[in-house]
Every structure is written in structure tokens, then in C-alpha cells.
């Protein structure tokens, strides 16, 4: 190491951080107190949106070979655990803003048109990235989302559309999971049987309980059938292509039937590594719908239901937005197809022996 190593100052080039909050109400001649505050929290998720598209291209890298390493597969696991971490402070500092009151807010809030969160390029990259598709979004007062970009953004965030996306990529690695066929062991027979019989014991449930108005056991009864097709989905290659079609389902049926394996035995070791993964992917969508949802009710809580700066519909558009933007949906909903331990197709020895570490001497 040098004698004239580097200093921390220059190292984190902090002059140029911090110089870089300009306040549009100093430049109208008088300085609004909490306008330093709203730049200086809308900075910081930027630089966390750098740095989770900076873990989410590492990941997306990992997954775009044939075969994932089983070592790369623990750097993927520890990346897309720190991008959840990052949610939680992301989320952590919207609590932060709100010690701003509505009326500190409206103070300096004219200045900001028609600037919007709606122009992050980095959060749009962020959720292509993770695949979120142009005909999931909401159209923003009638327009496409990258109509409020500036030429540079757009051709930015509209190059990413259709490259592979994380989702695209573990459909593809759940795809070409071992397993789902053994010899002549039928798997997927014993356990659409024991599935089925759970379903319809729900079902039964809901039918004879006296607590349910009329209306609502024909809405719950409703919401059954829709089980029950996405149930036969699970095993019938038409069915399921059907459900994709109505947009019930977006996996493939070979991904989904993986998914729901690796769930049921995720206890066996050749399992638990994919385990993890799929439970990472729902706390990353769990995590950015939850903090869409906070934005949104900051949003009612600073403005009411004034529109907001970008032209949107403010608050409403924001929880709208929050539920449509969920990508591994698939994943969320696996639920509907687990049975309890007891009620699990037994695995072959041999397929069981098969997925267990060893060491010999």
C-alpha cells in the first residue's frame, strides 16, 4: 500500500453527494425546510435501485447457463436475500418522509411538476428485469409507461423488454428439474388424487356452513371452480394452456409442476437449495408490492386524492399499480396446491436415496 493511499472523502467522492441537493425552492428565492428531506430520501432508493440491479444482473447472470453451479447457486441465494434486506430498509424509510406533515409538503410541492417517480428509469429496469411485462402495467393517464421518459430513458428501459428476465430464466431452471418421473412410479397420479380430495373437503366446508349469507357462499363456491380448473391444470396440458391464456397462470405447466414438487419435499437435501430460492422470490415480490403499498398510502396521506405530480391519479393509481405489479404470482399461489405431510405421495427408496448428500471416506 502506498503512503499517499486514498482518502475517504475522495474515495466516496462525498463533495459531489453532497452537492448534489438542489432545491427548486431556493432557486424561486425561499428555501422550504423539508424540500432538502424529499431529495434526500428520493437519492438514497436510487442508489439502492442501483445497487439491487447491480445483485439482480449478477443472479440473472448465474441463471442464463444450462446447468447452475451448485456454488453459484449459494451466491445467487445470499444476492437475492441482500435485495430483500434493501427492501426492508427501502420500506423503513418511508416512515422517514412521512415525519413530513401534508402541509410541509404542499409548501414547496408546485415545484415539483411535472417531475414523477414515474420517471425512475432504474425502478422500471428493476421490474423488467425481474419480468414484470409491458401488458401487466397500468396505462398512466391513457399512456404507455415510458411516455414520461426523456428520449435516453426510454431507449434505456424499452431495450430490457425483451431480454430474458429472472422470471423467464427460473421457469426455464425449474424446467430442468430432476424428479418429476421416476421408473414407473406415478407421481403426479398418486397426488392429483390426494390434492383433489383436499380441495373438495374445503369445498364441502364452505357449503354447509351456516355463519355464510347466500351471496357469500356463491362467491366463495365461485371462487372453487376456479380452483378446481386451475387444479386440473396442473395435470391436463390443455387445461393448463387455457389458464395461461386467461392469464390465471403465467409458468409453463413443466416449471409450475416443479415448483409445486420442490415445495411438497422440500425437506429432502437435494431440494432445499431450489426450496430457498422459490421462498426468496416470493419475498421479493411480497417486497416491492408491500412498499408500492406504503408509497401509495403516503401518497393519500400527503395529497388525499389530488393527482399526483406526473399526471397520474395519485394515490388510487399508486395501489392499483401495487397489485398489478406482482410477477411470481405463480409461486404465491402454490399454496392452493400443497396437502399436509401426512397426505404426501411416499417416494420411492431409491429416488429418496437419490436425493440425499453423502460422504464417503
Known amino acids: 500500500m502506498s503512503d499517499d493511499g486514498i482518502y475517504y472523502g475522495d474515495y466516496l467522492q462525498i463533495n459531489k453527494l453532497l452537492d448534489a441537493q438542489v432545491l427548486e425552492s431556493t432557486k424561486a428565492g425561499e428555501t422550504v425546510h423539508d424540500e432538502m428531506l424529499f431529495i434526500i430520501v428520493h437519492q438514497s432508493y436510487e442508489l439502492w435501485f442501483k445497487q439491487v440491479l447491480w445483485e439482480l444482473d449478477s443472479v440473472i447472470e448465474i441463471f442464463s447457463n444450462d446447468v447452475v453451479p451448485e456454488r453459484a447457486m449459494g451466491t445467487a441465494l445470499g444476492r437475492l436475500r441482500r435485495i430483500n434486506s434493501i427492501q426492508a430498509l427501502m420500506i423503513q424509510t418511508i416512515s422517514v418522509l412521512e415525519t413530513m406533515t401534508p402541509l410541509d409538503f404542499l409548501d414547496f410541492r408546485d415545484y415539483l411538476f411535472p417531475a414523477s417517480g414515474f420517471q425512475s428509469a432504474q425502478f422500471r429496469l428493476v421490474e423488467n428485469k425481474l419480468g414484470l411485462r409491458r401488458r401487466d402495467r397500468l396505462l398512466l393517464s391513457g399512456e404507455v409507461y415510458t411516455a414520461r421518459f426523456d428520449d435516453s430513458d426510454r431507449d434505456l428501459v424499452e431495450a430490457t423488454e425483451d431480454d430474458p428476465s429472472l422470471f423467464d430464466l427460473v421457469e426455464r431452471w425449474l424446467e430442468r428439474t430432476p424428479f418429476l418421473e421416476y421408473e414407473d412410479f406415478q407421481f403426479w397420479e398418486a397426488y392429483r388424487d390426494a390434492v383433489l380430495a383436499r380441495i373438495q373437503a374445503d369445498r364441502a366446508v364452505v357449503e354447509s356452513n351456516e355463519n355464510l349469507t347466500d351471496q357469500e357462499r356463491v362467491a366463495q363456491l365461485r371462487e372453487f371452480d376456479l380452483v378446481f380448473d386451475q387444479h386440473a391444470a396442473l395435470f391436463d396440458v390443455e387445461k393448463h394452456k387455457i389458464e395461461q391464456e386467461a392469464g390465471r397462470i403465467r409458468m409453463s ?81 402454490l399454496s392452493t ?12 427408496e431409491e429416488l429418496v436415496e437419490s436425493m440425499r448428500f453423502r460422504f464417503q471416506a
Open 253 to 333: 405447466q413443466r416449471a409450475f409442476q416443479a415448483a409445486v414438487f420442490i415445495t411438497l419435499y422440500r425437506d429432502e437435501p437435494a431440494v432445499q437449495g431450489a426450496s430457498r430460492l422459490l421462498e426468496l422470490l416470493m419475498d421479493l415480490d411480497e417486497g416491492f408490492t408491500t412498499w408500492r403499498y406504503r408509497h401509495a398510502q403516503m401518497a393519500l396521506r400527503m395529497i388525499g386524492r389530488r393527482i399526483g405530480t406526473g399526471g397520474s391519479a395519485g394515490a388510487r393509481y399508486l395501489e392499483k399499480s401495487a397489485e398489478r405489479s406482482r410477477v411470481f404470482t405463480d409461486l404465491l399461489n
Open 337 to 348: 396446491f400443497l396437502v399436509p405431510r401426512s397426505d404426501r405421495p411416499k417416494l420411492p
